[in-house]
């Protein structure tokens, strides 16, 4: 699971705080989701976590041990991270690429065992891609990518995962897939924080919504909490209505248009 | 994609040794193949133990451990710098090289020995030069790849102004072995460079050779690498010296190769290797290969007259390399 309390990130240079005193908290079993608009803060939480961002005050912690205190293999060992952004200039087989998230597990000579091989088979079965093992990773849709991109996380077999932006570009059936899985990640016990601007899907899928705006926590607890009209208008500056969604009774958001003007 | 099977290195390491025994043979004295064997264990006509010996086995020998540096450092600058167009030749160690060999040679100097270092000097110089300039923009641009790239460009573009002040103002009979030196050539091939230059390839490839499991993860990109546990900016620092080590002690030895490093790792690529630690390897094998093959091109294709070694790499990189981007367009 992770931690983040009371913490403060400012970038050098910047006059405001990137993240300015948020505490939250990402359960074992849970889906904890982090939304808010563009520059909120999501993504510098993410960096702090990793260790990648100083941080002023406050702790990122990771299965309980501050994350400045851990190396980037001990880090990589609690919390596998699905970033938003993925280089693939030199296309390789899916088997090949998941088995990188056994990384942070090879020993001195870094090469891979038979249990490295098992975990990789799980991974892939767990993500529901173990079909494209043989293919390459640019024959791949988006959708079908996306999953790949998480087998590889589960196969550092880390307690925590967290993803970046996991559906954007996916189509309405793909999103669905992704955020289904990600659902049954959390049921099988791992402790799961998704950076999502999709909050009619985290209203339906997350435990916890944690919406942060300029930095801070504006709003947070189960989706019926946050999902408030006059709080998000305001958060986002812009008109929107809450309704249901009609299967499980969700908070559901609507973005009005503005009056045209005549 | 082609898979690669393990029966590859066997044939990777045939033809190598097969181009390797083409080339001791062929040459202005063409030396038999079973006369090539006596002669490599002593026995036979003494002229043909000296040719095999003293001149051919030395040349081929360097001509493959200059293939082998420049095909491993662009297998693993390609992957570090996530671009397949990436080569040893863009990070300032070519010119940094020639600025220290072209100023020996003007400042009159012969020797083996002084060209050498003053151009492996030149190479490591250029390479911290470019790494400084890299870091130029704090933290922004420290642990980005691109920038060093760029900053590669930029200490070329400079020791290539350092390099014509250098030549315009050396005596007419200086300048045309430090051109022919830029050219790249393995005509000066001795048993001490074959030793020095096999001990810098094998010490720096090995280490290349380690680390190469780390550039499969940050072929991925920093946010990857990172979240894989790999302390991004430090591994592409450190993959970024290896790689110009490795290249820098080729063109100490034999000169501006071009294309070799550029080339290479495509055709391991092609092979169907991806992971880094066996394409590096065979990248070597290839590069040894091509450049055996060019070096024995060079010397015989205009005989008596020898050719640049650097051209016929050129010569033969460039349509390769036109037909590849075609290809995967």
Known sequence: MIAVEDLVVTYPGARTNAVDGVSFAGPSGQITALAGPNGSGKSTIVRALLGRVDI?????????????????????????????????????????????????????????????????????????????????????????????????????????????????????????????LLSSLARGGLSVLLVSHQLNLLARFADTIVLLDHGKVALSGRPNDVMKAERLESIYGWPVVITRDPAVGAPALVPLRRPLRT | MRVFRPSYWLLLTIVLLAVAMIAIANGPVSVPVFSVFDALRGQGDPTAIAIVRDLRLPRVILGALVGAGLGASGAMLQGTLRNPLAEPYLLGVSGGAAVGAVVAFALGATGEAAITLAAFGGSVAAV????????????????????????????????????????????????????????????DATWSRVAWLAASVLFVGGAVVYWAREIDVLALGEDTAVSLGVDAERAGRRAFILAAILAAATVAAAGLVGFVGLVVPHIARAMGLRAHRPLILAAGLIGGTLVVAADLAARTLASPIELPLGAITALLGVPFFLVQLRRAS
């Open chain 1, 56 to 180: 002023r005050t406050g702790f990122a912690k990771v299965d309980g041990d501050d994350a400045r205190t851990l190396t980037p293999n001990a880090i990589a060992l609690k919390m596998a991270v699905v970033p938003q952004r993925e280089e693939t200039t030199f296309p390789m087989r899916v088997r090949d690429y998941v088995a990188l998230g056994r990384y942070p597990h090879l020993g001195l000579w870094r090469s891979p065992d038979a249990s490295d091989d098992e975990a990789v088979h799980q991974s892939l079965e767990q993500a529901g891609v173990a079909d494209l093992a043989d293919r390459t990773t640019d024959a791949l849709s988006g959708g079908e990518w996306q999953r790949v991109r998480i087998a590889r996380a589960l196969a550092q077999r880390a307690r925590t995962l967290v993803l970046d932006e996991p559906t954007t570009f996916l189509d309405v059936a793909h999103e669905m897939a992704i955020f289904e």
């Open chain 2, 128 to 187: 911290f030069v470019t790494l400084a300039v890299g870091r130029t923009g704090g933290r922004a641009t420290r642990g980005d790849l691109r920038t060093l790239l760029i900053a590669g460009v930029i200490v070329g573009a400079f020791a290539n102004a350092v390099i014509m002040v250098a030549l315009a103002s050396a005596e007419p009979n200086r300048i045309r072995g430090a051109l022919w030196w830029m050219m790249g050539s393995a005509t």
